[in-house]
């Protein structure tokens, strides 16, 4: 039997990840295929750096945890690139600014985060969904 935590428990657990990582952090995305864990050096080319909103994630609640707020930002990245993956960053304003404490793949109509095409310089790239779910119900 697999083990099984209750509803408040995961929630808390979800909840910590702002606590523990700032309110404030980066989204950036790069193309490519993300590093093999967070520790690792950046790899791909970065294409949009999005400057999260303070409170990035909403109140975790039946053990999810969806975005909160406008991830909207003008990429960055030069010729109409593929998105690949993403990483996020610790607080500026708390921390370093430099850690990635979290990372997961996308691409067009697949991955952690979907696109709907590539990703250009000068356009504007807007995540408009992106939930963590706890294991363990």
Request: glycine share 12%; proline share 2%.
């Amino acid at each position: 039997m697999a083990i099984q935590e209750n509803v408040l428990t995961r929630n808390s657990r979800l909840n910590q990840i702002e606590v523990l990582n700032g309110a404030s952090c980066a989204l950036r995305i790069y193309t490519g295929a993300q590093p093999a864990d967070c520790s690792q050096a950046n790899s791909g080319t970065l294409l949009a750096t999005i400057l999260l909103p303070a409170d990035w994630m909403g109140d975790a609640a039946a053990g999810a945890k969806a975005l909160a707020g406008v991830w909207s930002v003008a990429a960055s990245g030069g010729a109409a690139a593929t998105p690949g993956h993403f990483r996020l960053y610790n607080s500026q304003a708390t921390m370093d600014g430099t850690t990635c404490f979290m990372q997961g793949s996308c691409g067009i109509g697949s991955g952690d985060i979907s696109f709907n095409g590539t990703i250009t310089s000068g356009q504007t790239v807007t995540i408009s969904a992106f939930t963590l779910n706890e294991a363990n119900a």
